[in-house]
């Protein structure tokens, strides 16, 4: 199993040492959060906490996840970043092909696009994206992203997304792998149909097992159960050696380790405080596994 370090609300001024640290440290990968704005109203309940409230504020610090994976590719190696995952339902794919090849051209192929709706009507209004029909947009979406990542002159003519023959280059040198994010039946269903990959939000081991279990039946529904597969765990009541070695028995491929849920609490912003550096604080954890 890997293990992949999350940045979600980490202090962006520490984020390119972070990533140093968490390279040296023997971390596979870096995730990357996502958010576009923070609306002071928001029509929908967030769906990842038990009472649908945001568990960030409006100060909270966030980046473009794509221009962070450009700033700290520059001062790594080997190191991978993915997004976990980015809102595709309010973003227009074409713009988007454009800054995801850049990156994964940037990175050295180190790039890897954990893809998500979107869950605010804000956040699709307000960037001129309709709301209704998201699913089947999403969809269209994704094709036209590994369509035009592909390389070539290409073009494409669906429901939502139509264009004429063009030309990205350069293309990145392998395909970039696309995990799909999302706990409901239909996000499980486009993870097991067209995904590299599944990315968790927040769940608990017995949770996780369940999806698991499921995304294996949606696989070898389609035909694709002999396919590789990553599944990138977010588990909240499973920490240390033997919690992580109960999320590999249940099939986690890549733990996703995040600094201000490791002691099971959720975020503490006094134990933030008490760290000299994000950074040293994740050195810390990967030195207990």
């Not at 023997?26 to 990357?32: E, P, R, V």
């Not at 576009?36 to 409230?53: K, N």
């Not at 590999?248 to 006094?270: K, M, N, R, S, Y």
Request: aromatic residues 10%.
């Amino acid at each position: 199993m890997k293990f992949t370090l999350s940045v979600a609300m980490c202090p962006l001024d520490q984020l390119t040492e972070l990533a140093r640290t968490a390279e040296e440290c023997g971390f596979a990968a870096i995730a990357l959060p996502d958010s576009l704005f923070y609306s002071e109203r928001v029509s929908a309940e967030y769906p990842y906490t038990p009472d649908g409230s945001r568990m960030w504020t409006a100060q909270t610090p966030w980046t473009d996840p794509l221009v962070a994976a450009a700033a700290m590719g520059a001062v790594t190696s080997h190191l991978r970043f993915y997004t976990s995952v980015l809102k595709l339902g309010p973003r227009n794919p074409v713009l988007l092909a454009r800054q995801v090849g850049s990156v994964a051209v940037l990175t050295g192929d180190r790039f890897g696009l954990g893809l998500g709706l979107g869950w605010a009507p804000e956040e699709f209004e307000w960037c001129g994206a309709p709301y209704a029909k998201r699913g089947a947009r999403v969809d269209e979406a994704i094709e036209v992203l590994r369509l035009i990542l592909g390389g070539g002159m290409v073009e494409y003519h669906g429901e939502f997304f139509d264009f004429d023959r063009l030309r990205m280059s350069p293309a990145p040198s392998r395909p970039v792998p696309i995990y799909i994010g999302g706990h409901t039946e239909a996000a499980l269903r486009r993870a097991a149909r067209v995904g590299d990959g599944w990315a968790s939000a927040m769940m608990g081991l017995a949770e996780l097992r369940t999806t698991i279990d499921r995304l294996g039946e949606l696989r070898a529904s389609y035909g694709r159960a002999a396919e590789p597969f990553e599944i990138q765990g977010v588990c909240v009541d499973r920490f240390g050696v033997d919690g992580y070695r109960e999320q590999a028995e249940i099939g986690v491929t890549d733990a996703i380790v995040v600094p201000w849920l490791f002691d099971g609490h959720g975020f503490d912003a006094e134990l933030s405080a008490k760290q000299d550096s994000i950074a040293k604080f994740a050195a810390e954890v990967i030195n207990q596994l």
